[in-house]
């Protein structure tokens, strides 16, 4: 049985996975704006038969779109990760995404660090472990 700390705690890591997920999603732009640079200077290149503009323009609207795959993708783990805190599921997934946010220095290394400190609580990992209150059979 969790505490009130507890689902305190991990209704505010949920809240804080949510918001690190918009900011990936704001950081799309980042790779938006790359690939519209790459566009203007691939047309601008190819209005002046400037091979070294074209290649930069083929470059950056792939590096750019790159970018956009990888910042959604990151955003919709992020997502799914802030519902299964709030839900009390995807235990492995909550790990990776942890990992992973705390190569994003200095917000994405705090949030990971304290996702493993209240995912290792004892409480916490039972409650992780326990089927949700919906998944449980009901008796007849």
């Known amino acids: 049985m969790l505490s009130a700390e507890d689902k305190a705690h991990l209704k505010t890591l949920s809240i804080c996975w949510y918001v690190y997920a918009g900011l990936n999603v704001l950081g799309m732009l980042c790779g938006g704006l790359y690939a519209v640079l790459g566009v203007v200077a691939l047309f601008a290149g190819q209005a002046e038969n400037d091979d070294e503009a074209?290649?930069?323009?083929i470059v950056f609207s792939v590096t750019g779109v790159i970018v956009m795959v990888l910042t959604v993708l990151s955003a919709v783990l992020f997502f799914l990760t802030a519902k299964g805190l709030a839900n009390h599921k995807r235990k492995t997934l909550i790990y990776i995404c942890s990992a992973l946010a705390c190569l994003n220095v200095p917000l994405g290394?705090?949030?990971g660090i304290f996702t493993f400190i209240?995912?290792?609580?004892p409480q916490v990992k039972a409650a992780f472990e326990a089927p949700a209150e919906w998944d449980r059979p009901q008796p007849y």
């Open 118 to 121: 209240v995912l290792g609580r």
């Open 54 to 57: 074209v290649v930069m323009g």
């Open 109 to 111: 290394t705090v949030l």
